[in-house]
């Protein structure tokens, strides 16, 4: 039988846990308000992904279940079947994110350096994730224009930002170039051999790699650059 004590302290305790969960609860909502805009963000992303899907699959004739389902799956492939190319496309993916997340921390012209350079990775992310250069001959492009304004795109990038090249890596990005331009110059040469081939893919995974790593480096150090700058309140 449990005595007056025990009871009022297991009430107590219960009241606190309480107290305590709602106390959790409130604290989430108000951080989730605060976030407002960022939950805004994603909950638009989630429905163009979902209305897009939708379109994608009529468009195509086929299930939306085809468009959620891994490829190799459903070819009945082995998982490791693209690896590589997954890998690449991961790499990419998550340096970029960190370059959009620098630039956000970041002001002036670099802020702009940083947004460019982070979005034009996304693009090339797209492309290379969804092969857009290699369907571009559906709405009456060839791949070589396609490689074309990516190219002038990022001259237009380095015109407007020349005076912060001074300050970064520019060994890496030179050789980023070098392997895409070989990867890009591989692909129109007709005629190779599966090793040659393999030599475009791996040119072009090293080279998507450096370019991430590059961007990647720049956003850190105009992070560091920044705080270091940020005087101390004692």
Same mark, same amino acid.
């Given at each position: 039988?449990?005595?007056?004590?025990?009871?009022?302290?297991?009430?107590?305790?219960?009241?606190?846990?309480?107290?305590?969960?709602?106390?959790?609860?409130?604290?989430?909502?108000?951080?989730?308000?605060?976030?407002?805009?960022?939950?805004?963000?994603?909950?638009?992303?989630?429905?163009?992904?979902?209305?897009?899907?939708?379109?994608?699959?009529?468009?195509?004739?086929?299930?939306?279940?085809?468009?959620?389902?891994?490829?190799?799956?459903?070819?009945?492939?082995?998982?490791?079947?693209?690896?590589?190319?997954?890998?690449?496309?991961?790499?990419?993916?998550?340096?970029?994110?960190?370059?959009?997340?620098?630039?956000?921390?970041?002001? #002036?012209?670099?802020?702009? $350096? +940083?947004? !460019?350079?982070? %979005? =034009?990775?996304?693009?090339? @992310? *797209?492309?290379? /994730?969804?092969?857009?250069?290699?369907?571009?001959?559906?709405?009456?492009?060839?791949?070589?224009?396609?490689?074309?304004?990516?190219?002038?795109?990022?001259?237009?990038?380095?015109?407007?930002?020349?005076?912060?090249?001074?300050?970064?890596?520019?060994?890496?990005? #030179?050789?980023?170039?070098? $392997? +895409?331009? !070989?990867?890009? %110059? =591989?692909?129109?040469?007709? @005629? *190779?051999?599966? /090793?040659?081939?393999?030599?475009?893919?791996?040119?072009?995974?090293?080279?998507?790699?450096?370019?991430?790593?590059?961007?990647?480096?720049?956003?850190?150090?105009?992070?560091?650059?920044?705080?270091?700058?940020?005087?101390?309140?004692?």
């Amino acid at each position: 039988m449990a005595t007056p004590a025990r009871s009022f302290e297991r009430d107590h305790h219960h009241d606190g846990l309480i107290s305590s969960v709602m106390a959790l609860v409130r604290q989430a909502v108000t951080s989730s308000w605060d976030h407002r805009y960022a939950l805004l963000v994603g909950l638009v992303l989630v429905i163009l992904l979902e209305v897009a899907g939708y379109f994608l699959s009529s468009a195509a004739d086929t299930s939306l279940m085809n468009l959620l389902r891994d490829p190799n799956a459903m070819a009945g492939q082995p998982w490791f079947f693209g690896g590589l190319e997954i890998a690449g496309m991961l790499i990419l993916a998550f340096l970029t994110g960190g370059v959009i997340f620098s630039a956000s921390l970041s002001r #002036g012209r670099m802020a702009s $350096f +940083l947004w !460019s350079g982070g %979005l =034009l990775s996304v693009l090339l @992310f *797209l492309d290379d /994730a969804y092969m857009l250069h290699e369907n571009a001959y559906r709405v009456g492009l060839s791949e070589n224009k396609i490689f074309l304004v990516y190219g002038l795109i990022f001259l237009a990038i380095l015109g407007w930002h020349w005076k912060l090249l001074a300050r970064t890596p520019l060994a890496i990005l #030179g050789l980023s170039l070098a $392997f +895409l331009a !070989s990867s890009v %110059l =591989l692909d129109n040469i007709e @005629f *190779l051999s599966r /090793a040659i081939y393999a030599g475009e893919d791996l040119s072009e995974l090293i080279g998507f790699t450096l370019w991430g790593v590059y961007f990647f480096i720049v956003g850190r150090d105009a992070v560091a650059s920044r705080k270091s700058a940020t005087p101390r309140l004692h």
